[in-house]
């Protein structure tokens, strides 16, 4: 079936210190990728998507690039702020003309301390 | 996007009382909603899918006669853990289905059973 692995965490980084948590997937068809955000005491969000190979979702700074031959999902960012502290789950959607069912990586845990 | 809340913001219940969750759809006609499960340090895993007005949709492994789902309107579902025991002690969160593979989450619930 299908399956999201995500680095583990805690990641603890300085500000302004370079971020990646890395996400690979395995899936039978071809599913739309997402990163979901977390913040403490708050509901996931949706940081970013793509949908097809080689789209790069962007948002907030934070950046991934759907890459098929590797099956990854990576998610980025140049310059982290403290306000980037929160957990981030890596999911992804094999059906989609349905509303969903996402499957989610265990998510990562970033800290960013000033 | 969709404001999703949730009541209680966590519960302590006996074993085998029964406790009811609410999902709330503050701002936005839910006609689909879901309800995830979430083991420490582990990612959401699907329970179910419910739509207004019908019967939930269970993931495999997902003992409905436990987990009761009832989504009589368009704001309101309520996810009832029948007969809980210390095993059902977990984190729940539902989501909102918003849109072509997009889902707006509540903050979660967090159950102990004793």
């Known amino acids: 079936g299908d399956s999201v692995t995500q680095m583990e965490g805690p990641v603890t980084l300085s500000e302004e210190a370079f971020l990646t948590i890395n996400c690979t997937y395995t899936a039978t068809g071809y599913p739309s990728l997402f990163w979901y955000v977390q913040y403490p005491g708050e509901g996931l969000q949706l940081l970013l998507k793509?949908?097809?190979?080689?789209d790069k979702g962007s948002n907030k700074g934070f950046e991934a690039t759907y890459r098929k031959e590797t099956t990854s999902f990576h998610l980025e960012k140049g310059s982290v702020q403290v306000s980037d502290s929160a957990v981030y789950f890596c999911a992804l959607s094999d059906r989609p003309d349905s509303w969903g069912k996402l499957q989610f990586g265990a998510g990562t845990q970033v800290v960013v301390t000033p | 996007g969709a404001v999703v809340s949730q009541h209680p913001s966590w519960v302590i219940c006996k074993s085998g009382t029964s406790v009811k969750i609410e999902c709330r759809s503050l701002?936005?006609?839910?006609?689909?909603m879901f309800w995830y499960r979430q083991f420490p340090k582990q990612s959401l895993m699907l329970m179910a899918t419910?739509?207004?007005?019908?019967?939930?949709?269970?993931e495999q492994g997902v003992e409905k006669d436990k987990f009761l789902i009832n989504h009589a309107s368009l704001t309101l579902s309520t996810l009832t853990v029948t007969s809980a025991h210390p095993e059902d002690s977990s984190f729940y969160i539902c989501?909102?289905?918003?849109?072509?593979?997009?889902?707006?989450f509540g903050p979660g619930t967090r159950l102990l059973v004793l």
């Open positions: 989501s909102v289905a918003g849109g072509r593979e997009t889902q707006y």
């Open positions: 701002d936005f006609q839910a006609t689909t």
């Open positions: 793509a949908t097809k190979a080689d």
């Open positions: 419910s739509n207004e007005g019908s019967k939930a949709t269970y």
